[in-house]
């Protein structure tokens, strides 16, 4: 059974007047409708102000992502370097849907770009095809049980479960892919040395750790990561065949005969999710709609409750999706609310409570421009 299946009542059970009539549209492969902002229930003029704002408070520059990597970590982590992809930085850009429809967007949301750690939500949805699969069936599993190997000998790598890993509180120790886990986000006067402590008591946000988990998954899955993630899910939604999802030069494996690179959970040493605006969109709108894409059900309820559900050392962030317990990180939108975010400003912002996903690319206050949308909702 999976453990930690505590999502917040409102999250199973508040579905809006708006989200009940048109919660039966999807978009097709090549084409998505729109609505008018005051069908879909905005004051036009509000929403408008909102896209306005988000437009204002984009980023743009500077545009060599690497330069970017190398001033935000090259100073601070001992040994960094990038070891994957890099691609350059588009114009600031989103999308607004409700009811599976399009009532704003702006900018450029065909282009692939790099989306750092939002690819650690999509991570987190490939590891629940395993578990509907009843290759990841328990949570609470030691993953020592299930990958061979050096990765989880001993005693205190040996004790972390699937569960720790998904929610960045395992606190392995090791090097992979040449990167040693102290060396990411570094803490202390003398990281290297760190005190260790016991896998599920401390949450730290750790790239590494998370690389970890999709090499994990990957000798589980026995297959490229993104090529069941095609399969699975991205095809059925719609996506575009344009997105990639790129490791390192040096995450390169062996399985069964065959070499697979096993990919990154961000870009925080390059590589990662590059995928446009428009194809988050669609992966955001399965994720409001509880894993059912037209009548077929892709992702299982179960799952997603799981990771959306509050991890016991971090109430604000699940099986690596940020959640809005308490309503802290975004007083204005519902406690049912969740998304996932990477660095540079791009986030999927699902809310089931007022059928709504917001995608925003180069746009750093996430809370700002949902404020301000849900602002723009009329009051029913």
């Given at each position: ?5 505590r999502a917040p009542v409102l999250f199973a059970l508040c579905l809006s007047a708006a989200s009940a009539l048109a919660a039966d549209y999807v978009p097709t492969r090549h ?15 509000r929403l408008d102000a909102a896209v306005a704002w988000a437009r204002a408070n984009g980023e743009q520059a500077p545009a060599d992502l690497r330069d970017t990597l190398l ?49 650690k939500s999509v991570l987190a949805s490939v590891a629940g095809l395993l578990h509907d699969d009843g290759l990841l069936a328990d949570t609470g599993r030691r993953v020592a ?236």
């Amino acid at each position: 059974m999976l453990r930690s299946l505590r999502a917040p009542v409102l999250f199973a059970l508040c579905l809006s007047a708006a989200s009940a009539l048109a919660a039966d549209y999807v978009p097709t492969r090549h084409a998505w409708a729109r609505q008018a902002p005051a069908a879909a229930g905005f004051d036009p003029a509000r929403l408008d102000a909102a896209v306005a704002w988000a437009r204002a408070n984009g980023e743009q520059a500077p545009a060599d992502l690497r330069d970017t990597l190398l001033a935000s970590f090259g100073a601070h982590e001992p040994g960094y370097r990038i070891l994957g992809p890099v691609a350059t930085r588009g114009t600031a850009n989103g999308m607004v849907l409700r009811g599976g429809r399009i009532v704003a967007e702006w900018g450029d949301t065909t282009r692939p770009e790099m989306t750092f750690s939002v690819a650690k939500s999509v991570l987190a949805s490939v590891a629940g095809l395993l578990h509907d699969d009843g290759l990841l069936a328990d949570t609470g599993r030691r993953v020592a049980l299930d990958v061979p190997g050096p990765w989880f000998e001993g005693p205190h790598n040996g004790a972390i479960t699937w569960a720790h890993l998904l929610q960045q509180t395992s606190d392995w120790s090791g090097t992979l892919w040449e990167v040693h886990d102290w060396a990411d986000r570094p803490e202390g006067d003398d990281p290297q040395r760190r005190p260790l402590h016991a896998p599920g008591t401390r949450y730290k946000y750790n790239d590494v750790r998370v690389n970890l988990l999709a090499l994990s998954l990957l000798e589980v899955a026995r297959e490229p990561l993104p090529q069941l993630l095609r399969r699975r899910l991205m095809d059925p939604v719609g996506a575009s065949p344009s997105w990639r999802w790129h490791g390192y030069d040096t995450s390169w494996v062996t399985l069964d005969g065959l070499r697979m690179q096993s990919v990154s959970g961000g870009g925080h040493f390059g590589g990662g999710m590059f995928v446009s605006t428009a194809d988050l969109a669609r992966f955001g709108l399965l994720m409001e709609r509880d894993g059912d894409w037209d009548g077929n059900r892709l992702l299982s309820r179960e799952w997603i409750a799981a990771a959306t559900a509050p991890s016991p050392v971090k109430p604000d962030y699940g099986y690596l999706w940020w959640l809005n317990t308490g309503r802290k990180a975004i007083p204005a939108a519902p406690e049912s609310a969740y998304w996932a975010s990477g660095f540079g400003g791009n986030h999927v912002y699902v809310d089931r409570e007022h059928d709504l996903v917001i995608v925003l690319r180069w746009t750093p206050d996430l809370a700002g421009v949902v404020t301000r949308v849900l602002g723009a909702i009329e009051k029913e």
